[in-house]
C-alpha cells in the first residue's frame, strides 16, 4: 500500500507562486511514477503533471505546461510541484497519485492511477 500526504496548498493572488509537496511511503518514488491532477468545482479531474520513477521523464498537461514543474526528492520520499504565474483558473484541490505505469496517467481523468492522496485546496484570487 502506498500512502501519499500532499501539502503547500492555499490562497494566492493571480501571478503568485505555490509549491506543493506529496510525502510518499518509503521507496514509493524509485518505484513508482508519480504526479499531479486537479479538480475543480463542477469539473473533471484534470491532468497536470507527472514524474518518471528515475526522474528522467517529465510531462505536462497544456493549460500548466511553462509555468509548473515538477521534481522530487528520492532521499526525502516526497514530490514536489512548483506552480509559477498562477491564474484563477488554477484554482482547485490538487492531488497526488502514484502508479508504477506512467502511461496510466494519461487515461481521463486518471481513472486507472493506483493509488491516490487525500488533496490540497488551492485558491487563486483574481
Known amino acids: 500500500q502506498v500512502h501519499l500526504v500532499e501539502s503547500g496548498g492555499g490562497l494566492v493572488q493571480d501571478g503568485g507562486s505555490l509549491r506543493l509537496s506529496c510525502a510518499a511511503s518509503?521507496?514509493?518514488?524509485?518505484?513508482?511514477?508519480m504526479g499531479w491532477f486537479r479538480q475543480a468545482p463542477g469539473k473533471e479531474r484534470e491532468f497536470v503533471s507527472v514524474?518518471?520513477?528515475?526522474?528522467?521523464?517529465?510531462y505536462y498537461g497544456a493549460s500548466v505546461n511553462g509555468r509548473f514543474t515538477i521534481s522530487k526528492d528520492n532521499a526525502k520520499n516526497t514530490v514536489y510541484l512548483q506552480m509559477d504565474k498562477l491564474l484563477p483558473d488554477d484554482t482547485a484541490v490538487y492531488y497526488c497519485?502514484?502508479?508504477?505505469?506512467?502511461?496510466?496517467?494519461?487515461?481521463?481523468?486518471?481513472?486507472?492511477?493506483?493509488?491516490w492522496g487525500q488533496g490540497t485546496q488551492v485558491t487563486v484570487s483574481s
Open positions: 497519485a502514484a502508479d508504477r505505469s506512467i502511461v496510466d496517467f494519461t487515461t481521463r481523468a486518471g481513472r486507472r492511477v493506483r493509488f
Open positions: 518509503e521507496r514509493t518514488l524509485s518505484v513508482y511514477a
Open positions: 514524474i518518471s520513477s528515475d526522474g528522467s521523464i517529465t
